[in-house]
């Protein structure tokens, strides 16, 4: 069975730094485009970055110049810096990742962590 893990939440002050990872557990085959999301109290969720297997990446507005995301492939494992950082950002943070697994039979299915929080306040 596929995981995906989230780490790295927790609180901060407005314009301090936090990195959150995601590693994928499990017998994997191969991981494609993988992405970090976020939910605000009251809140829909919203996609903050994307990344592709190749590195390509795609931001949301809000987060653009403030925050990266990277993975390391051999490591299955994604990450997420978040540089100053504003109230705003205040939300659980999940990780979710296209896998190919032998659960799946080797087709490519769609996982969701279960979510960190961060927390920005003074």
């Known amino acids: 069975q596929v995981q995906l893990g989230e780490s790295g939440g927790g609180l901060v002050q407005p314009g301090g730094s936090l990195r959150l990872s995601c590693a994928a557990s499990g017998r994997i085959f191969s991981i494609n485009d993988m992405g970090w999301y976020r939910q605000a109290p009251g809140e829909q969720r919203e996609l903050v970055a994307t990344?592709?297997?190749?590195?390509?990446?795609n931001y949301a507005n809000a987060v653009r110049g403030r925050f990266t995301i990277s993975r390391d492939n051999a490591k299955k494992t994604m990450y997420l810096q978040m540089n100053s950082l504003k109230p705003e950002d205040t939300a659980v943070y999940y990780c979710?990742?296209?896998?190919?697994?032998?659960?799946?039979?080797?087709?490519?299915?769609?996982?969701w962590g279960q979510g960190t929080q961060v927390t920005v306040s003074s």
């Open positions: 990344i592709t297997r190749s590195g390509n990446t």
């Open positions: 979710n990742a296209d896998v190919s697994s032998f659960s799946s039979g080797y087709n490519f299915a769609n996982y």
